[in-house]
């Protein structure tokens, strides 16, 4: 049960999120009728899902949100902001009580009965005002079409079949099964007298029937039923009031005592009870779980499957855990079909060339579909920030635009988890400290909208997201003089603004006291920049005061396999990921030796270089030698790495070296060569600082 | 508290398989449970600028193995790896979490059978080895067997203290 209760969560949280980005979007098109149909087919799809799950609280709300889209749907009703809002502050109450179905946490049982209220305020409000226009439209307009939910009115049926119902085939049962279709019911048979066995006559009907219904419907639409009864029966209707007063907890203890008395309702005591219960009534929770969750039961099956059918088809749901298996056996297989080409190599035989050639395409094409299925689109988080922007603008008073590009752009579904927080940290700063104020704006003789834009793409194997507002930018003379003031840098030294932005995502560093006179709160960018590390990412800043500010994120693809350059730096091997290598050249050693700036020249440019012998502690290789040196990008910078020779281009399955080596950072895993050897794979980044800082600790001492 | 363990052992009395192994002419053991299996020397990679008891990684049927030198560990001086030398792949307990990692030893001796009441506490002084590493002393005809607290031996959190070890000696040293 626990199982299914978590599927059903899962299954919830998915829906609410689609509930979310199509709410959104109707926000801005509130006329798109293909999204309040979206809306309206989510909630009817959550609500039965809860009232299969017993979760009738839940069920009961949904199914009144429900109503208001119906009546949108219908043309009945205008989508107003103030629904949109009621909607949306509900979403975030169905969020909290997919968990607490049973309304335990006091702050949501409170929260309940408001939002009900409020939900129910709206259903009446438009059938106050349309029957203020057209009073008499109501009782006619109930046609055919018209779904149950309409209008609630309680009916008194009392169905009398005639003894000889029977006789031509008719069933009453059929009748009322048929009756119970409209609405919420409560059914209480009666038999005209207690006959002993012997007179008993199967063919006479002894049985008749009070029901009580609350049908959307009007009258006509239970007389309809009866249509072809009436000759045979006394069928009498009467309506009792114009709201729900089967949910109604008095009238249904009323009702089911008299059930177990066997006794026939008292008109008057009906009526009046009709007419007392029918003022009072309060949208109450729902009472009679047992006959509603039928209801729904039987609804929810047959909507669920019309819905599911086209999901089913597109895509399955996998534990993440499979999925890690299965890409570790990919590796394996890749790393097996290393040493087979090996294999091949050093024995010619022309036969297993031939298989190893397939096994080769197969397992390449293999690993592309395996870790592409890792991928998710990023656009299931940006549709997250669209709540973000909405909310933190109104509170702000900032008119905003909130533009997102590239949604279709796929990441790992890990890395999209980590990158969440940083990217709303960021949104936030933009929309706090970034836009201005909408006269302000005005002012400066820009829109009054600010915009802020998410954009996404590929390139090489590495995934941007920029977020890119045109608020009034970031002054790179202030953070200068702040990163002066703190002692970062003295006052002459020279720096690109790159590096002056970087200051940002120093610790302690407040970019609000900088940028603003409001004093900056949450976690720093120094957090931001910490995540985005972990997942070997880099974030840069850009801006320009008045124009705006950029802040480009860089991702890899995939954390664990990597084409790679494989190299030869005193008998071990390394993997430099080929992403960042540039260019290769051949230098002789001296070049190298006692080079008191650590330049050289290639192709007549000053290249800094990193002597990795030398840095990495092994012996250093005689003068007459030649090395190579691999040019790297690192940001902006181009950096030669030296190393022995170049083995050659190698798919790089990386695997991690463990917690023993979690100080030796620049060497971001290890790789398994087709012959059983470990190659290291070298982190560039790491090391370019690394050899920085040495740098800059042998000058200063 | 070593004492109490003991105790405790000593009412329950029961036997359990041990594998002790040397490391020039000392003889240590630990629980085979903990040992899941014995390599001979593979090709070693060494991870650059890493501390000298960490001798590198191993192809450990695809997945990447650290190995650590035992003898540089417990303070022996580093020898030529011979016939004998051999890595056993143990099982450690870290913060809750189970990692393996290799330990290169000077030979395997044998797997034995004793009663867990035949443990004798660990000398609390005049031992070569720090004391939380030796988890209890087995007497055995002429000579004594160290049992290991493996765990604690091969904590990746040690490598922390071992750099304080060394800072508080140098201060001490300049005192």
């Excluded at chain 1, 009906?270 to 609804?299: H, M, Q, T, W, Y």
Aim: hydrophobic share 40%.
């Amino acid at each position: 049960m626990e199982e299914m209760k978590a599927t059903y969560i899962q299954e919830a949280n998915e829906l609410l999120e689609n509930l979310e980005s199509s709410l959104l979007s109707l926000e801005d098109n509130p006329n798109d009728t293909s999204n309040i149909e979206q809306v309206f087919r989510v909630m009817h799809t959550l609500k039965g899902n809860s009232s299969m799950f017993g979760l009738s609280k839940i069920a009961e709300f949904v199914h009144d949100l429900e109503t208001i889209y119906d009546k949108i749907r219908q043309g009945e009703m205008e989508l107003t902001k103030e629904i949109l809002n009621t909607t949306l502050a509900s979403f975030d109450h169905l969020n909290l009580i997919i968990i607490d179905s049973d309304l335990e946490d006091e702050k949501n049982k409170e929260n309940h009965v408001v939002l009900i209220h409020k939900i129910h305020g709206l259903i009446q409000g438009s059938t106050v005002s349309q029957a203020v226009v057209v009073p008499s439209e109501i009782a006619e307009n109930t046609n055919a079409t018209v779904i149950p939910d309409n209008v609630l009115r309680t009916y008194y049926v009392h169905f009398e079949p005639k003894t000889e119902f029977f006789l031509d085939g008719s069933n009453p049962l059929i009748l009322v099964a048929e009756l119970c279709q409209l609405g919420k019911y409560l059914v209480v048979p009666h038999f005209h007298k207690v006959i002993s066995i012997d007179d008993f006559n199967p063919t006479s009907c002894i049985t008749f029937w009070e029901i009580y219904i609350e049908s959307g419907g009007a009258k006509d639409k239970i007389d309809e039923v009866f249509v072809f009864a009436e000759s045979n029966a006394k069928i009498e209707v009467v309506e009792l009031t114009s709201s729900d007063l089967i949910s109604n907890k008095e009238f249904a203890e009323k009702v089911q005592e008299l059930k177990f008395k066997d006794q026939l309702i008292n008109r008057d005591v009906l009526f009046e009870l009709a007419a007392r219960l029918g003022k009072s009534i309060v949208p109450d929770l729902p009472i009679l779980p047992a006959i509603d969750a039928n209801e729904l039961l039987a609804e929810s099956k047959n909507t669920q499957k019309s819905e599911t059918k086209e999901k089913v088809v597109s895509s399955i749901r996998v534990s993440s855990d499979k999925l890690d298996e299965l890409m570790n056996l990919v590796s394996e297989l890749v790393t097996t079909q290393a040493s087979l080409t090996l294999y091949n190599q050093k024995n010619e035989t022309p036969e297993l060339e031939l298989i190893s050639e397939n096994i080769e395409k197969l397992s390449r094409r293999l690993r592309d579909i395996a870790f592409g299925m890792t991928l998710v689109p990023i656009n299931n988080m940006f549709s997250r920030f669209q709540r973000l922007v909405r909310d933190v603008s109104m509170a702000l008073n900032k008119e905003v635009q909130f533009v997102t590009e590239g949604g279709e752009t796929e990441l790992d579904k890990s890395i999209i988890e980590t990158l969440t927080d940083p990217l709303m940290h960021i949104i936030r700063n933009s929309l706090d400290h970034g836009l201005e104020l909408p006269d302000v704006r005005e002012r400066l003789g820009k829109p009054r909208k600010g915009t802020v834009k998410l954009k996404a793409f590929y390139s090489g194997i590495s995934v941007y997201i920029q977020i890119i507002d045109d608020g009034k930018g970031i002054d790179v003379n202030v953070i200068r003089e702040k990163a002066v003031s703190k002692g970062f840098i003295k006052s002459d030294d020279v720096l690109t603004d790159k590096e002056v932005f970087d200051f940002i995502f120093y610790p302690g560093f407040s970019t609000a006291a900088v940028v603003t006179d409001i004093s900056g709160r949450g976690v720093g960018m120094d957090v931001v920049k910490r995540n985005i590390s972990e997942l070997k990412g880099s974030i840069v800043v850009e801006s320009q005061v008045n124009i705006g500010t950029t802040l480009t994120i860089k991702l890899p693809l995939s954390l664990s396999i990597i084409d790679g350059l494989l190299v030869d730096v005193a008998n071990v091997y390394y993997i430099i990921p080929l992403s960042v290598v540039d260019k290769c050249y051949e230098v002789d050693n001296f070049e190298m030796m006692n080079n008191f700036n650590q330049l050289l020249v290639l192709d007549e440019k000053q290249v800094p270089f990193i002597n990795v012998r030398k840095e990495f502690g092994y012996e250093e290789m005689s003068n007459s030698e030649k090395s190579q040196i691999i040019v790297v990008s690192d940001a902006d910078r181009r950096v030669g790495i030296s190393v022995d020779h170049i083995v050659g281009e190698y798919q790089a399955v990386v695997k991690p070296i463990g917690k023993y080596y979690r100080n030796q950072d620049f060497i971001s895993g290890a790789t398994i060569l087709g012959d059983g050897s470990i190659a290291l794979v070298m982190d560039t980044h790491k090391i370019i600082d690394l050899y920085t800082e040495h740098a800059k600790f042998e000058l200063k001492s | 508290m070593k004492n109490e363990h003991h105790n405790d052992k000593h009412m329950n009395g029961e036997t359990k398989s041990f594998l002790s192994f040397k490391l020039g002419e000392e003889n240590f053991t630990v629980p085979v449970m903990k040992i899941m299996e014995i390599l001979e020397v593979p090709k070693i990679t060494r991870v650059p600028q890493s501390p000298n008891f960490l001798v590198g990684v191993i192809n450990l049927r695809g997945a990447v193995l650290p190995v650590i030198d035992t003898r540089i560990k417990f303070g022996m001086t580093p020898i030529e790896f011979t016939i004998n030398t051999c890595i056993l792949v143990v099982s450690i307990e870290v913060n809750e979490e189970i990692i393996e990692v290799g330990a290169l030893v000077d030979s395997v001796s044998e797997v034995f059978e004793l009663s867990t009441e035949d443990i004798k506490p660990a000398p609390t002084l005049a031992t070569r080895y720090r004391a939380d590493y030796v988890q209890g002393m087995i007497h055995e005809s002429d000579h004594f067997i160290m049992l290991l607290n493996i765990d604690k031996v091969f904590s990746s959190n040690d490598l922390e203290s071992i750099t304080e070890i060394k800072d508080n000696s140098q201060e001490e040293k300049n005192n």
